[in-house]
């Protein structure tokens, strides 16, 4: 139910009046060329009740849905994929990087890249429809850890490669070594060595078996099990002494 209300105005107030009604359409179509103002009897009725609000939210929210606010956020939308994408793709250059677990398959890469897309999205507001675009560009750009340590000369990198470059000096000094009990402590400490590095990762098992392979291969006598007594160890030491 409404009830009418006529007002009489001096001439002065009701130009006050119109003046602003046509400075608010003024302001708001100025902003955005497709802005939709309301009639006057509208504006009056919001002036009187003292509740520009609801007037003032229809205006903002057809402000920001079109026009050159709309045309702006339409544009974010989309640019924001694309800078994020650059970001990534443009870190090597300058000294960064996106490291990524080293035992993920490519499948999970994407799918935990389609996760991060989405989060990022959702969180700035942007169009969730550019989810797969920017989780394709992420998993792309992302290295395995290692290889980004690598690069980077990390301090785990050094360390891992310290312990690479140990284990073939080890390897090189156990052809020459001459003392068999040395040699058997040599061959302990290259086991060790070639465990830690492919713990590190900067050695692979193949590798690692190859090079205790060219070591036996050269030393077979280090590999033996040791004399179990005094007088065994002396009879084998005959035997090097007099060549039997």
């Not at 490519?106 to 991060?116: F, G, T, V």
């Not at 040599?186 to 060219?214: D, H, I, K, N």
Request: hydrophobic share 45%.
């Amino acid at each position: 139910m409404t009830t009418e209300i006529n007002l009489a105005l001096p001439h002065d107030d009701a130009a006050r009046l119109r003046k602003e009604f046509e400075q608010f359409v003024g302001v708001s179509s100025g902003l955005d060329r497709e802005f939709l103002p309301p009639d006057f009897q509208e504006f009056l009725r919001a002036r009187l009740l003292q509740h520009d609000g609801p007037l003032t939210e229809r205006a903002v929210s057809r402000l920001l849905s079109g026009g050159e606010y709309g045309w702006a956020r339409r544009v974010f939308d989309k640019q924001l994929p694309n800078a994020l994408a650059a970001l990534m793709r443009d870190a090597r250059r300058f000294g960064f990087g996106l490291a990524v677990q080293p035992d993920w398959t490519p499948d999970q890469r994407l799918a935990h890249a389609r996760e991060w897309a989405a989060q990022v999205l959702s969180e700035c507001g942007a169009d969730a429809a550019f989810t797969e675009a920017l989780a394709t560009q992420v998993a792309a750009s992302a290295e395995d850890v290692r290889v980004l340590e690598e690069r980077m000369r990390t301090p785990a990198w050094r360390l891992a490669e310290s312990l690479r470059q140990r284990a073939y000096e080890l390897m090189y000094a156990l052809q020459t070594e001459d003392s068999e009990a040395a040699g058997r402590a040599r061959v302990g400490e290259l086991r060790g060595m070639l465990g830690l590095a492919l713990e590190y990762g900067s050695v692979r098992p193949e590798e690692a078996s190859r090079v205790l392979e060219q070591v036996e291969r050269m030393r077979p006598a280090l590999f033996r099990e040791a004399p179990d007594d005094v007088f065994d160890r002396l009879a084998a030491w005959l035997r090097r002494m007099f060549g039997h």
